[in-house]
């Protein structure tokens, strides 16, 4: 019997804006913490599309992906994801075939299907067009096109994009996305750090229905996995209560800042608060070294994923790279 080894390591960013910081100190945080990740080891640092958010200061992905990349040597950068019906196919493509140009080698092209944000915005991003189902993946297959090789011919042509070949990634919280990438030979990532609730039946069925590709041989999964770590389990669930104020203010439509640390923070709400966000951070693991380690040996073993994205919203700066640290010592 073999033994599925230990999933890579990787970092999701939203680039959380702090209460009493602003965006400029968010950015160079995500800088900092990119740095710190490569130096850790880190397979990739991938950043995600938001708008209309005040909390969050990763709206313009690509700019920030090359702002990243510029600041970093080897480490794989990337967006974790482009929103796709936010933009059309030829824009990603020169976008990101630049990236690519710029960076050869070192970039992502993870894809989502959601607007990433409130339906006015999404009407002030797309104007007036309308999304349909079938849209995703022909939108997918045309980026797919875009960025191969130009063809004698060709009329439509990426210029940078022809040829770089980045890779593409789906990415889902639903089995829409699990049976899509499986259908293409795409590498799929799982947004399990806020979705945890179809993770396994949506890694089962991409692993089942998939197709291999000239991209891929056999199936590759990613799960996002909120992870804060710290000396001892007691200020890692103090660091947590960051993020515990973060997801309820997003279940109840209260989206803000990045809160500090409230001591106390769950014991003060209700049952039916502390289920949701329990719910919410289902698959998150908490606590010192030996808790974290437990925590993503188990998941590593339930899952067999090749890959963790972690998310770490550790309000003081200094310490969510010590979160990183001890996350990568311990999975180690």
Known sequence: MTTHRLPLLSFLDLVAVREGGTPAQALDLAVRTAQCAEGLG???????????????????????????????????????????????????AEAFGTLATLYPGRIDLGLGRAPGTDGATM????????????????????LQHLLAPAEAGQKLIATPGAGTEVPIW????????????????????FASHFAPRMLHAAIELYRRLFKPSKVLAKPYVVIGVPVIAAPTDEEAQLLASSTYQRVLGILTGQRGLLAPPVPGYLERLG????????DFLAVGVVGGPETVRAG???LASSTQADEFMLVSDVYEPELRLRSLQLTAQAHA
């Open 123 to 142: 009407r002030a991003l797309r104007r007036d067009r309308v999304e349909r189902e079938e849209d995703f993946p022909r939108d997918v297959a045309e």
């Open 271 to 278: 049952y039916q608060e502390r289920q949701a966000i329990a």
């Open 42 to 92: 880190f397979a990739r640092y991938w950043l995600a599309e938001h708008h209309n958010m005040p909390g969050i200061a990763s709206s313009a992905t690509a700019v920030l992906v090359g702002h990243i990349a510029g600041a970093t040597q080897t480490i794989r950068v990337g967006s974790g994801g482009i929103m796709l019906p936010n933009h059309a196919p030829l824009v990603v």
């Open 296 to 298: 993503l040996r188990a």
């Open 170 to 189: 789906l990415l889902g919280s639903s089995l829409f996305s699990a049976q899509l990438a499986a259908h293409m030979g795409l590498p799929y990532a």
